[in-house]
């Protein structure tokens, strides 16, 4: 039986340490910004992150790209000349048409090394959401299971990840084209917290409201209290956007008292994702209850 080898994003926001743990690689995207094209780099520093949430902070607009094709030709061959089957784990389709250029890459590869199996899934997640399914993936790896076998459990058990996610201010989505201006006016007027889930087709949509920070640290903190499965066997996972010390110290207090889990990994949110949430989110993710919400048309 061949290897398996996981890959995933740089939507994904794994940590440089659960990267080395689960043994996961990731194809770059690129954030631009003044005409400059940059890597979306998960190993980013504190300061390098401060600094990109700050451009955004002061008005200025950090635009992405999906995976480009050479990347996906780099990371691909690299895996599959080293004797590996790979199981890319990818950022959901609503957000980013990087698994539809993964499969055609991943098509005229295995034409070329016909011994090899490249497998392309929508997560119909982003962030930790996809992240947390790159690292069930490999777990199954360290199981014994075989590549096809890997990619049939996380297809059939993608929408199981919730997603809760605040935001400070909707300006940042107002730009990236997730909200509507009128909302965005409104919501920043009424100091009104959007809390936003990824819902049952992968996109990502305004779920519930709350009235001001502390109050929407609360709301997310009941959802997943309530949504989350198992919670004793889990890591819940916290990511935010360049927020302060004692906001994030708030948040996983509350949820380690409200929720029994093993623990909560704390990270940042990446420049890709980041470019379009904006500075000052926040965003909690574990397995938990299946995903069937759809907003009304």
Not at 276 to 295: H, K, L, N, R, W
Request: proline letters at 3%; a negative charge.
């Amino acid at each position: 039986m061949r290897k398996v080898k996981i890959l995933t994003d740089s939507c994904s926001d794994l940590s440089p340490d659960l990267l080395e743990k689960y043994d996961i690689d990731y194809a770059r995207m690129n954030t631009v910004y003044e005409g400059k094209t940059t890597p979306a780099d998960l190993s980013w520093t504190a300061e390098e992150a401060h600094a990109l949430y700050g451009i955004m902070r002061n008005g200025g607009r950090v635009t992405t790209t999906q995976v480009p094709a050479e990347e996906f030709v780099r990371i691909f061959t690299k895996y599959i000349e080293a004797g590996y089957d790979i199981v890319y784990v990818g950022c959901s389709l609503k957000q980013s048409g990087s698994v539809n250029t993964g499969t055609v890459v991943a098509r005229k590869l295995m034409e070329e090394h016909p011994e090899a199996a490249v497998f392309c899934i929508d997560s119909m997640n982003a962030c930790m959401g996809e992240g947390l399914l790159a690292i069930r993936a490999a777990e199954l790896v360290s199981e014994g299971l075989t590549a096809a076998e890997i990619a049939e459990y996380i297809t059939k058990n993608r929408k199981t990840v919730n997603e809760y996610v605040t935001v400070h201010s909707l300006d940042a989505l107002k730009r990236a084209g997730r909200v509507k201006a009128a909302s965005a006016f409104l919501g920043n007027l009424m100091g009104v917290k959007p809390i936003i889930i990824s819902d049952a087709n992968g996109d990502q949509v305004s779920f519930k409201k709350a009235k001001g920070r502390l109050n929407s640290f609360r709301e997310i903190t009941a959802l997943m209290k309530a949504s989350i499965r198992e919670p004793e066997e889990q890591t819940l996972y916290l990511r935010h956007a360049d927020c302060g010390e004692e906001e994030v110290r708030t948040l996983k207090d509350m949820l380690m008292t409200e929720i029994p889990v093993k623990d909560v990994h704390v990270g940042l949110i990446g420049p890709i994702i980041g470019a379009s949430i904006g500075p000052d989110a926040v965003a909690i993710f574990a397995f938990g209850e299946e995903v069937t919400y759809t907003p009304e048309a």
